[in-house]
T-cell receptor, first 111, second 116 residues
């Protein structure tokens, strides 16, 4: 069983809409969750970190964490064509210092 | 500016040849990582190091080797034993865990390796 799972997409939303990206993780003690954005041919860049249950907002981005249900999500409000990229979910479990990445969700924002 | 520098950006390997990918960071980070990314796939961990002179194998270490002689540097050698080396290689670093919270990784720009 994979440690971290994401729908590969592609996910298409019209410009100005809300894009919702989801990630589930395996049943282990987990503490730290991260969302990265990766443009085609580029390296991942950190968007959000979230450590406790609930919502965390940063500009147009909101990360939501629900440890009881083992999922973390990323909402992008007022989606822009420049948000078109692959979004990677990463989890750092309490045991060890490895990060486990999902395979990513491809998002396309249609002008 | 602090950051992670990977070189070269593009690298070509001949059959039977070992090649070394460079990764240098000036962020004073303790931990460093090497990942491989194949088209349309996620990141797979090759090796990681949490401290100088110590490193651990990741999920796909066969055919690769690393060293960590300095805090700033974590070079990756792709040996001739790695039969399918064509991929995008990413180096990352992070500070040490803060209590129970893991700290985010930051990535270099990557090296694209191809077979001639």
């Amino acid at each position: 069983q994979k440690e971290v799972e994401q729908n590969s997409g592609p996910l298409s939303v019209p410009e100005g809409a809300i894009a919702s990206l989801n990630c589930t993780y395996s049943d282990r003690v987990s503490q730290s969750f991260f969302w990265y954005r990766q443009y085609s041919g580029k390296s991942p860049e950190l968007i959000m970190s979230i450590y406790s249950n609930g919502d965390k907002e940063d500009g147009r981005f909101t990360a939501q964490l629900n440890k009881a249900s083992q999922y973390v999500s990323l909402l992008i409000r007022d989606s822009q064509p420049s948000d078109s990229a692959t979004y990677l979910c990463a989890v750092n479990f309490l045991t060890g210092n490895q990060f486990y990445f999902g395979t990513g969700t491809s998002l396309t924002v249609i002008p | 500016d602090g950051g992670i520098t990977q070189s070269p950006k593009y690298l070509f390997r001949k059959e039977g040849q070992n090649v070394t990918l460079s990764c240098e960071q000036n962020l004073n980070h303790d931990a460093m990582y090497w990942y491989r990314q194949d088209p349309g796939q996620g990141l797979r961990l090759i090796y990681y190091s949490q401290i100088v002179n110590d490193f651990q194998k990741g999920d796909i270490a066969e055919g690769y080797s690393v060293s960590r002689e300095k805090k700033e540097s974590f070079p990756l050698t792709v040996t001739s034993a790695q039969k399918n080396p064509t991929a995008f290689y990413l180096c990352a670093s992070s500070i040490a865990r803060q209590g129970l919270s893991g700290q985010p990784q930051h990535f270099g720009d990557g090296t694209r390796l191809s077979i001639l």
